[in-house]
């Protein structure tokens, strides 16, 4: 949160962390990396890529295919395939209220249902720390990000420890 008469930060981002490290400052911003997380582990392509996906964190969540200039069929194709993970996801797809051309997927997250992605190999659902579950954004970092298999919380004090002791040497 931010101190607004001190200026600082105080204690992160309420929501956490993306799988990239980008704090995630509201719930549109965790929601919109959740289904970056299940297009990612879906094996879909993510901008710049060719076809790749980007997802905005608007209300609606904008899901937006990338043009490939090299295969003009790519981009259908992608953004179909993109809606059909996330709806088996438990997402509902809808042309985005603002898109005229029907490029732009809005996207809604499942009521009362956090959607997940499944966690590859044995470490992923629990911190190895803490022991509490993951979201499958933490369990994504704590995969592909060195993070060791900890959730945001034990990163960040692991992270903070490290600093202190690097200010100490």
């Not at 997802?55 to 609606?60: A, F, G, T």
């Not at 395939?81 to 797809?93: D, H, K, M, N």
């Not at 590859?120 to 592909?144: D, I, K």
Request: charged content about 25%; aromatic content about 6%.
């Amino acid at each position: 949160m931010f101190d607004q008469q001190s200026g600082e930060q105080e204690e992160g981002p309420e929501f956490g962390y993306a799988v990239d490290a980008r704090p995630l400052w509201s719930a549109l911003d965790w929601q919109a990396e959740q289904v970056r997380v299940v297009l990612r582990a879906a094996g879909c392509a993510e901008y710049p890529a060719h076809a790749g996906f980007s997802v905005e964190s608007h209300d609606p969540l904008t899901v937006g295919i990338c043009d490939d200039f090299t295969d003009p069929a790519r981009q259908p194709a992608a953004r179909a395939r993109a809606a059909q993970v996330l709806t088996e996801a438990g997402y509902s797809i809808e042309p985005h209220p603002y898109d005229e051309d029907e490029e732009l997927l809005a996207v809604r997250p499942p009521a009362g249902q956090t959607p997940t992605a499944p966690a590859r190999g044995e470490r992923g659902r629990h911190c190895l720390e803490c022991g509490e579950p993951m979201t499958a954004v933490e369990a994504a970092a704590s995969q592909t990000h060195t993070w060791h298999g900890r959730c945001a919380d034990c990163q960040a004090e692991h992270l903070a420890q490290a600093a202190d002791a690097a200010d100490q040497d």
